[in-house]
């Protein structure tokens, strides 16, 4: 609680403040706002502490909770120089700042109840967001496709949480009992939500179109929490209802594995970085529901370095990807290939950008690719085909999307380019690469042993 009234008093002081200093004073406060989140982290695995009546948590929740604000301060820092956001930066920070405040609540509620709430309450900033700052005239069928796949998704978990309110009473996460003797439609209920926020394949169609049409803040802000939501709904739930690994769960990581292919192709055949990136995300986010639906120790740990790992790496993508594109006026790989010829060190962020995607070592996500495929090898031997396959195509994309951003057979447009990059906009790079050093180093945290 008293983070959250820290949060408030904090936004509601730089409100008072001139523009020019409304950008510094709101990312000073993400910074400190994080720091003080380290102070809720307990122990590791399933150990959890009540703060309140209201809220309570662990290991997980403390980390994700921590992952947000970090994100969303790094959102605002990059935005602040953006074009398109120079004339309603004001509007742009509360809009961020309001959805943050919703996630640290989702990440810490005791209640199934109050979780859904807030859990559909963050759909709102995130469409004014694009609605209002959206680059291009597609952005209302992209809102439309969020709106229809987040809110048709999880109509069925709000029956389930109802019954649960009329029929036991409380929906308390720490003391509901529920019987093993769960139908398995009742799983589809409880998961197909979360799965669309994810994205887990089918269902990942709306979030190519909202990061092409949200601005660099947005994107950020979606691919760094937004999606991880959905990773942890699915955990409260499994703990909840005592989930075994059940026929559903086998066909939830089914899909997943072509998911994780068929995301890394559609990569290869991309023009767009942005749509790159986004099916990049859809590819990486097989993992963790591989790690959770796979109802192991080594599984659920693999997910979760796999969660804040990407949140940090995708949100790097996309600053990177918005400060390029600021400098050239386009997304296309052949118009970024200008930037980065006559920028060397653009060329370089991109470089480590590309190879903590990919999960060179010692980068963390090679600790969750191994660990998630350890566990789903325990299900299946011969699982390990389609993942093979998956890390030779992700390997084609991030090695050619490389190569046609740094190759030199076009002349340059030196007329396209401005004078040089922001700092501020560099800085927002190393804050997000310390804490992924951090998760490489402390990524046991997450053991329940």
């Known amino acids: 609680m008293s983070l959250l009234i820290f949060m408030t008093l904090s936004s509601f002081c730089a409100m008072f403040l001139n523009k020019k200093d409304q950008a510094v004073a709101m990312t000073n406060s993400f910074g400190i706002w ?15 502490e009540s703060l309140s009546n209201l809220f309570c948590v662990d290991i997980f929740s403390s980390s994700l909770v921590t992952l947000s604000l970090w994100v969303c301060g790094i959102s605002i820092l990059v ?50 967001i ?194 390029t594109s600021e400098l050239v006026h386009s997304r296309k790989i052949k118009a970024l290939n200008n930037a980065t010829r006559l920028l060397p060190e653009l060329a370089f962020f991109w470089l480590v950008a590309i190879m903590m995607n990919l999960g060179v070592p010692p980068c963390p996500v090679i600790i969750s690719e191994v660990l998630c495929v350890l566990s789903a090898i325990a299900i299946w031997p011969w699982i390990f085909i389609p993942l093979l396959l998956y890390l030779i195509l992700s390997g084609a994309y991030s090695f050619s999307l490389y190569c046609q951003l740094t190759e030199t057979w076009t002349k340059s447009d030196k007329s396209l380019l401005f004078s040089e990059m922001a700092i501020k906009d560099v800085d927002a790079l190393f804050f997000l690469l310390y804490p992924l050093a951090e998760v490489l180093f402390k990524w046991d945290l997450w053991s329940m042993v």
């Open 79 to 128: 935005s602040s120089s953006m074009i398109n956001l120079r004339g309603l930066f004001n509007s742009f920070w509360v809009l961020v700042t309001v959805l943050c405040f919703l996630l640290v609540q989702s990440f810490m509620v005791n209640t199934l109840a109050m979780f859904y709430v807030l859990f559909e309450s963050t759909l709102v900033p995130m469409i004014m």
């Open 130 to 323: 694009i609605g209002i700052w959206g680059s291009q005239f597609e952005r209302v069928p992209s809102i439309q496709y969020i709106a229809g796949y987040t809110m048709a998704g999880s109509f069925p978990l709000l029956l389930v949480i109802a019954s649960m309110e009329v029929y036991t009473g409380s929906s308390f996460i720490w003391s509901i009992a529920i019987k093993h003797s769960v139908e398995g439609v009742i799983w589809v209920f409880c998961f197909l939500g979360f799965l669309i926020k994810l994205p887990a394949f089918p269902f990942h169609t709306w979030l190519p179109k909202a990061h092409v049409q949200a601005p660099v803040g947005g994107s950020v802000i979606l691919a760094g929490i937004l999606l991880k939501l959905g990773g942890y709904g699915i955990t409260r739930f499994m703990m909840v209802f005592s989930y075994t690994l059940e026929p559903f769960g086998i066909l939830v990581i089914t899909l997943s594995l072509y998911g994780s292919v068929y995301g890394a192709l559609m990569c290869i055949r991309q023009s767009d970085v942005k749509k790159l990136i986004a099916f990049s995300s859809v590819s990486h986010m097989a993992f963790p529901v591989i790690g959770l639906f796979s109802c192991t120790e080594v599984g659920l740990v693999g997910a979760y370095i796999m969660l804040v790992s990407h949140g940090f790496i995708s949100s790097g993508l996309f600053v990177l990807c918005g400060i």
């Open 34 to 48: 994080s720091v003080f989140s380290l102070t809720y982290w307990v122990g590791s695995g399933v150990s959890w």
